[in-house]
């Protein structure tokens, strides 16, 4: 019998563990999605938890928009947490076959009680490794891998296993936060100082890839680029109501961390990107 893979992300430890504990306000913030929002105007954005769940349907909607999906399509989301995305996909159309995959069966367990196929469609959760796809070549029209990508082992990876997934002139949309170049070094100091609170708080991420590395990547996969959509300014107040959420559960280190990635942001050392690609 194969081993359960290790998984080691701290925040996902917490937030299940909050709503194991009936946390209503955990439960109601990312009992769906486990990503940041995108308000179309931030400064009408009210700091309530109801605004932000609607914030990260739109941000989970818009990536999808990107990969150019609609009603018959077969997709697949990496890294899907608690099957937010396969939710919207089977809410919004009809005739798909909708496929989760994660590497933490713990979310995927939430995810198969949480949602049911409707409209004609199929869902199927599945364990595995979004850099080893236990699925056969061009099974799917588009990939997804919404706000997971810096989790991964490796993003080459990932995209020569997404290109291999994917029919011809399918799709892979994606979101990540992207450091500028020319801030890089800078960005690469500070992590030296936070990395161990980083992974204490978020585990494994790196967020040091570029989009000019983003370009390699693509080219050396086989994949063409279809857009690129800075959303930086319209995801930014998803941070002061984390920092809330964080500072109700007594989770100092994490609120802390989680400030200095919005002063990364605000500052403009890093950007919040959207990433579509097509298969040459």
Known sequence: MTPDPIVNLPYFD????QIDRGNAEALQAFGRHVHWGYWDDPAKADGSIAGFV?????????????GQIGGGSRVL??????????????????????VGLNIDDRQLARARTEVQAQRDNTIAFVQGDACQLPFADGSFDVVLAV???FHFPSRLRFFQEARRVLRSGGKLALCDFV??????????LMDQFAKSAIERTYGPVNSQVTIADYRTLATTAGFS???????????LPTYPLIRQLMRQTGTTEMEQVTQGGEWVSRLGLSRYLILAYEVC
């Not at 609607?54 to 999808?64: N, Y």
């Not at 890294?79 to 005739?95: D, K, P, W, Y």
């Not at 450091?179 to 690469?188: A, R, V």
């Open 179 to 188: 450091p500028l170049s020319i801030t890089l070094p800078l960005l690469k």
């Open 77 to 98: 989301d990496c890294g899907c947490g608690f099957g937010g995305t396969i939710a919207s996909l089977n809410e919004r159309f009809s005739q798909m076959q909708l």
């Open 54 to 66: 609607a914030a990260t349907e739109a941000l989970c909607q818009r990536v999808c928009d990107a």
């Open 147 to 149: 706000e997971c990508i």
């Open 225 to 235: 680029p279809i857009s690129t959509e800075d959303i930086t300014r319209n995801t």
């Open 14 to 17: 917490g937030l299940l563990e």
